[in-house]
């Protein structure tokens, strides 16, 4: 009955856009950043009506400077439709061919889209799909389409959309994290996150640190008289 339902909802799908036929892979994009900084995308992939998780993939945006998230979208999926055409891509999970993309947002997302779509030189059924209203934007129509509430439908452009913004928010949440986390010792040769724990732990602060002498450094458990030099010397250049 499962099976039933999602076959409907997916013919349901295909019948309220217009195409040819129900569209049994469906990719959708969405952007999440907050101020100009670590600005993610998100991919998520759905076959015959259910999350695909192996084919999901997350996007660091590089070319875009500040909060754009119409260029953000447009790079986006440059870079997801580039892929298609590589050869080496050919019979992976990322080569293949959607049949509809959805993007989140409306007409300024769906714009941004469109322009790395036709950049791409490939014809994909493309649509938006507005949080506000529920609304769906199409490429050639004026005004938005409304699709029923309660719909098969719309439940499945809403599962996929929600979809897409879980993902994009949890790797933009954990990218802020480890931002937060990062520290000078990071990159100093031979400390791991248990000696950095115990470092810190003992002297409190990198700048406590920083002034502490070879023999009290080299007292935390797991330090060398080697690393304990390197650790110097590298804090020395930072602090």
Do not use: W
Not at 24 to 52: A, H, Q
Not at 161 to 166: K, N, P, Q, Y
């Amino acid at each position: 009955s499962d099976f039933a339902a999602r076959s409907r909802a997916l013919a349901d799908l295909g019948e309220q856009l217009g195409l040819a036929s129900a569209p049994l892979r469906i990719e959708c994009y969405d952007i999440s950043n907050l101020g100009p900084t670590d600005k993610v995308g998100s991919m998520v992939v759905f076959e015959d009506g259910l999350p695909k998780r192996s084919d999901y993939r997350r996007f660091e945006i590089r070319g875009v400077a500040g909060q754009d998230d119409f260029a953000s979208m447009e790079e986006l999926l440059g870079r997801r439709l580039a892929r298609l055409a590589e050869p080496e891509e050919r019979g992976r999970r990322f080569a293949y061919e959607p049949a509809l993309i959805v993007v989140d947002g409306g007409r300024g997302q769906l714009s941004a889209a469109l322009r790395a779509l036709a950049a791409s030189g490939r014809s994909i059924p493309m649509i938006g799909l507005a949080k506000r209203l529920e609304e769906v934007y199409l490429p050639e129509a004026p005004e938005p389409l409304r699709i029923p509430r309660g719909s098969d439908a719309l439940f499945l452009l809403q599962h996929v959309r929600d979809e897409a913004h879980r993902f994009a928010v949890a790797y933009h949440r954990a990218k802020r994290e480890r931002r937060a986390l990062a520290s000078p010792l990071d990159d100093v040769p031979g400390v791991g996150d248990a000696r950095k724990r115990a470092l810190l732990r003992r002297f409190g602060s990198i700048r406590r640190l920083a002034a502490a002498s070879v023999e009290e450094i080299a007292a935390t458990p797991g330090r060398s008289e080697e690393h304990t030099s390197e650790l110097q010397s590298h804090l020395n250049l930072v602090c």
